[in-house]
């Protein structure tokens, strides 16, 4: 909840900056009364009153479900609790949600967002200064309670401070039950949340530190302590190799268009005119985005352009009115779309005009034009996945050795024997076979083996292609990131390219099958420029 250069201060006021416009001219004068006043145990709770449920429920429209959830997994007053992992899409309710149910609460918590906390030393000393409620000032110089990078140290002065607060809660429910005070923080837990946990993913050893904060559960071991975990990334996509009490999932899906309409009428001066501004507009962008975020800022231009032709704002717009108000908008709500919206092309112009020319000529000499282009944008470390799971799925584990030798594929060196009717009609038969059989499942030991083996040989790996998608690059390809692999694969999981089965009773690992075709197959190695078929087995 701070800025980049202040992870830490001061929490409260920004939190409260969320329902309130700050006064440019009294921010100094409140600065210096906000650093004349220490911090107290009670600065941990968000707000100064609690919120009743039905303004927690009216506040977050769609989020009942959701909300009735959280409630439950926190439970009442000092309950121990699992840790939480709530994820869903992009501007979806997840903070705000968190926020207004600690608000309701009155529960002391610590929040720190990975955006604003981009290291892992920003992090921990983030969580640090507001659990010793330190403020970082001028008289200070600026600087953090305590200097941390390592998470051994971390560990240390986590418990510690958590001790601290804990003993302070103590105490003040004891000065609360001698007289109640509304802004004073409830009970005896204090809660973690860290928020925007996928970008812990991009840092320098982003999977230790992941790894680290899933199993801080277990290395506290205080059950005066609640972790909440907030993403944009499903739980599925967090691979890791050691074993940490699995977070209680929280999903929140995205909102529907009659959700979104009651977001984007609250605090309106006029609800019926907005009212038909958003039964023009509404529909069209939802099916372009259904962020918040975005929405509100494509519309905020366009509902001013809708009311121009009105003289009284006030005026609730009847029949003829409207279709008067929707004739001098329509022009405008296309090229808003576009404008919003639209992602520029990575190709440059000379690129795009010279495919051009040579789909032109192509036309002109009435060559048809093959579709070898596949139709969206994929990594090269995903396509290379998806070209070994299709190998693995079509070709036999018994002839992975034979086909991913030294010296790449079948050996070319012997010679072929002139083939018979009858090999010819087993080859045939033996390809209806594999055919009507389906794509084989395999583990993922063997699709990293194949992985491996077909990056590792330098004529398959364009340096153009690698560079240009943002792939990996030499030795990185097999040596290192791993992590990055893993997450890749569960994109294609997630995208069907790849279907993730139950796990073999033998093995005792989940197997994979490859979704995609020949033909797709062929498109994607070729885009690699991958000699896709010397490494297919035919059955002959």
């Known amino acids: 909840m701070g800025d980049e250069g202040n992870a830490q201060n001061p929490r409260r006021t920004t939190r409260a900056s969320l329902s309130s416009t700050p006064n440019p001219s009294n921010s100094t ?90 290291s892992p030393r920003i992090l921990f000393e983030s969580v640090l200064n507001q659990l010793l409620l330190h403020r970082r000032n001028e008289s200070n110089r600026y600087l953090s309670v305590k200097r941390c990078e390592k998470p051994s140290d971390f560990v240390n002065l986590l418990q510690e401070a958590l001790r601290n607060v804990v003993d302070s809660l103590k105490g003040n429910v004891v000065k609360s039950s001698s007289k109640k005070s509304m802004g004073r923080a409830r009970g005896e837990m204090v809660y973690l949340v860290f928020d925007n946990l996928e970008l812990v993913r991009e840092w320098d050893k982003g999977s230790n530190i992941l790894s680290f904060m899933f199993k801080l559960y277990d290395i506290l071991k205080m059950p005066e302590v609640g972790l909440i975990f907030l993403s944009n990334a499903s739980p599925d996509t967090y691979y890791l190799d050691t074993g940490y009490v699995e977070p209680v999932p929280v999903y929140f899906p995205d909102y529907t268009e009659d959700e979104l309409r009651q977001i984007l009428m609250k605090n309106q001066e006029n609800p019926k005119l907005y009212s038909s501004f958003l039964e023009v507009v509404l529909r069209p962008f939802c099916r372009v985005t259904r962020r918040v975020d975005e929405l509100s800022t494509a519309f905020s231009p366009l509902y001013q352009i809708y009311y121009e032709p009105l003289d009284d704002l006030g005026i609730v717009p009847s029949g003829d009115v409207k279709r008067e108000l929707f004739s001098h908008l329509q022009p405008h709500i296309g090229p808003s779309l576009n404008d919003t919206f639209t992602v520029e092309n990575r190709l440059s112009s000379e690129a795009s005009a010279k495919t051009n020319k040579w789909k032109g000529i192509a036309k002109k000499m009435g060559v048809s034009e093959s579709s070898d282009e596949i139709d969206f944008h994929m990594s090269a470390c995903a396509k290379y996945l998806l070209i070994c799971a299709f190998l693995a799925s079509k070709n036999p584990a018994t002839l992975d050795a034979s086909l991913f030798d030294s010296t790449g594929g079948f050996s070319n060196g012997k010679r072929k024997r002139k083939s018979s009717e009858k090999s010819k009609e087993k080859k045939e038969t033996a390809e209806q076979d594999l055919l009507l059989k389906g794509p ?34 030499g030795e990185s390809w097999t040596n290192g990131l791993l992590s990055h692999v893993l997450l890749e694969l569960s994109s294609l999981c997630n995208a069907n390219f790849i279907s993730k089965g139950g796990s073999c009773p033998l093995e005792g690992a989940n197997r994979y099958r490859s979704m995609v075709s020949e033909a797709m197959a062929l498109k994607v190695a070729r885009s690699l420029k991958f000699p896709l078929s010397k490494y297919l087995y035919r059955g002959g």
């Open 440 to 473: 084989g499942t395999f583990p993922l030991e063997r699709l990293l083996a194949i992985f491996q083996c077909i990056v590792s040989v330098s004529e398959c790996l364009p340096d153009d292609e690698a560079q240009g998608d943002g792939g990996l690059e």
């Open 29 to 118: 004068g409140k600065l210096n009364l906000c650093n004349q006043q220490p911090l107290t145990i009670d600065d941990l709770a968000y707000g100064d009153e609690s919120i009743s449920f039905d303004d927690l429920i009216s506040s977050l429209p769609g989020r009942r479900a959701q909300i009735i959830e959280l409630l439950r997994i926190l439970g009442p007053l000092d309950s121990p609790m699992f840790p939480v992992f709530v994820y869903g899409g992009a501007s979806t309710g997840k903070t705000s949600s968190i926020l207004q149910i600690f608000k309701h609460l009155k529960r002391p918590f610590v929040y720190c967002s990975c955006v604003t906390c981009y």
